[in-house]
């Protein structure tokens, strides 16, 4: 974006896309780390620091706009769930990927608005890298705006689903749930989406990294 204001207004779009996708998405019944105390700021900058990836550079992100607490972490995480194992807890606004030995890669994320929370075992059906966003035809009928991109709002920074996308499905269907990237730090930490969940890009470029196609996902209960 050219400005502050451009790049503020791309921020909403972004927003307003996520959230505004609820209806149509519906409630569907679907049943590098720091220590466990944490990065400094001085660490998280490094971590969180400018990517030089393929496509496009993905720009820093402003960790005063994150609670230290959602930092990545290695952490104690005792489970009964294969190394890898994807576990995501919305009511604590956490990610986890299963580590050896007790422990476990944890991620700060935005999660599902009331309402729009959902629980149960999925997997990874599939990968993206700056994926193509395609809102659904009901959410054109509630935001007009989003018509333009009815045939698909090409991968980049302004794209809501963001750098790497974890596509979710169950039984062979996809949900039409996503773990994606955002690049809206003052999300973490809140409910926003229709139950799509959203890392930090530099922490959801290290999760898909680690991620195979069928790795398996449990969303606990909010």
């Not at 999660?111 to 809102?135: H, I, L």
């Not at 989406?193 to 969303?219: A, F, N, R, W």
Request: hydrophobic letters at 35%; glycine letters at 12%; aromatic letters at 10%.
């Amino acid at each position: 974006m050219g400005n502050d204001t451009a790049r503020s207004a791309g921020m909403l779009t972004r927003r307003s896309f996520l959230a505004g996708s609820a209806v149509s998405l519906g409630a569907l019944g679907l049943a590098g780390c720091a220590t466990p105390e944490g990065m400094t700021l001085a660490e998280a900058q490094k971590v969180y620091g400018p990517v030089p990836d393929k496509k496009f550079a993905i720009p820093a992100v402003d960790v005063t706009k994150v609670s230290p607490k959602y930092f990545r972490a290695t952490v104690p995480y005792e489970t009964k769930e294969a190394v890898g194992t994807i576990i995501v807890d919305p009511a604590n606004y956490y990610v986890y990927r299963i580590e050896e030995d007790g422990k476990a890669t944890r991620y700060g994320a935005n999660v599902g608005r009331d309402g729009f929370r959902w629980n149960g075992d999925a997997y990874v059906g599939r990968k993206s890298e700056w994926a193509t966003w395609t809102p659904p035809r009901e959410m054109i009928k509630r935001q007009p705006e989003a018509a333009k991109w009815a045939g698909g709002m090409p991968g980049g920074l302004d794209n809501p689903l963001g750098a790497r996308t974890l596509h979710l499905y169950q039984n062979g269907s996809y949900t039409l749930y996503t773990i994606y990237a955002t690049t809206d730090p003052e999300t973490i930490g809140s409910g926003i989406t229709s139950g799509c969940v959203g890392l930090l890009t530099q922490d959801m470029i290290e999760l898909y990294d680690k991620t195979p196609v069928k790795t398996k996902v449990v969303v606990l209960p909010a």
